[in-house]
């Protein structure tokens, strides 16, 4: 996707961050000085210490199988997506790996969420469950129904284009296929947040299109499992949701569910963009998002390509 641009860099404008940061209601994040990045680890680590064996049964595999994916970097996005709050750090973190497991099984869970090297999406043939595991969630990866634009809003959050149009791309009526699609989801955010204090500090930009989308890619069980992960697995934090140009059944298919799925604070967020594509360009341009950081399908200047995307992130082994 965009090929010819890297990664989002990982400094946050600070200027244009403070400027806009409250645009979404987002909590503040606090300094994050050597001494208080101490004090916070160990918060976390006290508050894991009080879960019961079951809730943390996948974050014990994790520190016996994985250490090395474990470590302060790791537990640091969990802090900063609760705003360094250690109770809920803990409780999101335990969830993540539970359901890591339950997406990538006991064997590729515990490999880096990557494509190249040795990642758990790497085809290495160690057997038959893992194959058709990788296979499978590189089928929802081409189906690109959520892209990074590898761009990111003036105030820092990095800028994530879902066009639901795409889904018609799988069969629904699959669950090995949907298991895929819900696992792209999950290797797109690790993309987005690994190595990007900004991202994970300020959040995320979601632009969805459904414009294109007919009644029929509707996926009730996809759309649980995804907002279950985004709301209390992943370690992201969701500062906008924009709608862009829905067609006429979103209002009253599309959103109730959403409103269903999604807790208060995401529903907040919820932007909804309708008129000409001029009109549209300008609403957003309103929240930061300017035509260099959009996506070609929405009139802006970033053109996705998702094959050169992630053939990029393969030889780069990520």
């Given at each position: 996707?965009?090929?010819?641009?890297?990664?989002?860099?990982?400094?946050?404008?600070?200027?244009?961050?403070?400027?806009?940061?409250?645009?979404?209601?987002?909590?503040?994040?606090?300094?994050?000085t050597p001494d208080f990045l101490s004090k916070s680890q160990a918060a976390l680590t006290?508050?894991?210490?009080?879960?019961?064996?079951?809730?943390?049964?996948?974050?014990?595999?994790?520190?016996?199988?994985?250490?090395?994916?474990?470590?302060?970097?790791?537990?640091?996005?969990?802090?900063?997506?609760?705003?360094?709050?250690?109770?809920?750090?803990?409780?999101?973190?335990?969830?993540?790996?539970?359901?890591?497991?339950?997406?990538?099984?006991?064997?590729?869970?515990?490999?880096?969420?990557?494509?190249?090297?040795?990642?758990?999406?790497?085809?290495?043939?160690?057997?038959?469950?893992?194959?058709?595991?990788?296979?499978?969630?590189?089928?929802?990866?081409?189906?690109?129904?959520?892209?990074?634009?590898?761009?990111?809003?003036?105030?820092?959050?990095?800028?994530?284009?879902?066009?639901?149009?795409?889904?018609?791309?799988?069969?629904?009526?699959?669950?090995?296929?949907?298991?895929?699609?819900?696992r792209a989801l999950w290797y797109v955010m690790h993309n987005v947040l690994e190595g990007?204090?900004?991202?994970?500090?300020?959040?995320?930009?979601?632009?969805?299109?459904?414009?294109?989308?007919?009644?029929?890619?509707?996926?009730?069980?996809?759309?649980?499992?995804?907002?279950?992960?985004?709301?209390?697995?992943?370690?992201?934090?969701?500062?906008?949701?924009?709608?862009?140009?829905?067609?006429?059944?979103?209002t009253k298919i599309v959103y109730p569910l959403l409103k269903i799925l999604m807790n208060?604070?995401?529903?907040?967020?919820?932007?909804?963009?309708?008129?000409?594509?001029?009109?549209?360009?300008?609403?957003?341009?309103?929240?930061?998002?300017?035509?260099?950081?959009?996506?070609?399908?929405?009139?802006?200047?970033?053109?996705?390509?998702?094959?050169?995307?992630?053939?990029?992130?393969?030889?780069?082994?990520?």
């Amino acid at each position: 996707i965009n090929s010819n641009t890297n990664t989002m860099s990982s400094s946050v404008p600070d200027a244009a961050a403070a400027a806009l940061l409250n645009i979404y209601g987002q909590k503040t994040q606090p300094e994050e000085t050597p001494d208080f990045l101490s004090k916070s680890q160990a918060a976390l680590t006290e508050e894991l210490g009080k879960l019961s064996e079951d809730q943390k049964a996948g974050w014990s595999k994790a520190c016996e199988k994985c250490p090395d994916l474990i470590g302060d970097e790791h537990r640091l996005m969990f802090l900063r997506c609760e705003v360094f709050n250690a109770e809920l750090a803990a409780v999101r973190i335990c969830k993540y790996w539970n359901r890591r497991i339950e997406l990538f099984g006991d064997n590729c869970a515990f490999k880096p969420l990557h494509l190249g090297g040795d990642g758990a999406l790497s085809s290495n043939g160690s057997n038959a469950k893992d194959e058709a595991m990788v296979k499978y969630t590189l089928k929802g990866l081409h189906v690109g129904f959520i892209r990074p634009t590898q761009t990111h809003d003036v105030g820092g959050r990095a800028v994530l284009f879902a066009d639901p149009s795409r889904l018609a791309g799988y069969n629904k009526n699959n669950n090995d296929e949907r298991l895929g699609v819900a696992r792209a989801l999950w290797y797109v955010m690790h993309n987005v947040l690994e190595g990007s204090d900004a991202a994970q500090r300020l959040g995320i930009v979601v632009i969805a299109y459904p414009h294109h989308a007919k009644v029929s890619v509707i996926d009730r069980k996809l759309m649980k499992m995804n907002m279950e992960s985004i709301s209390g697995c992943l370690p992201v934090r969701i500062g906008g949701f924009h709608v862009c140009h829905p067609p006429w059944f979103f209002t009253k298919i599309v959103y109730p569910l959403l409103k269903i799925l999604m807790n208060e604070r995401m529903r907040k967020r919820i932007r909804v963009h309708s008129g000409s594509e001029e009109k549209v360009l300008k609403d957003l341009a309103e929240f930061g998002l300017g035509r260099e950081v959009l996506p070609s399908d929405i009139g802006g200047d970033v053109i996705l390509d998702t094959d050169a995307w992630m053939h990029e992130m393969k030889s780069r082994g990520l």
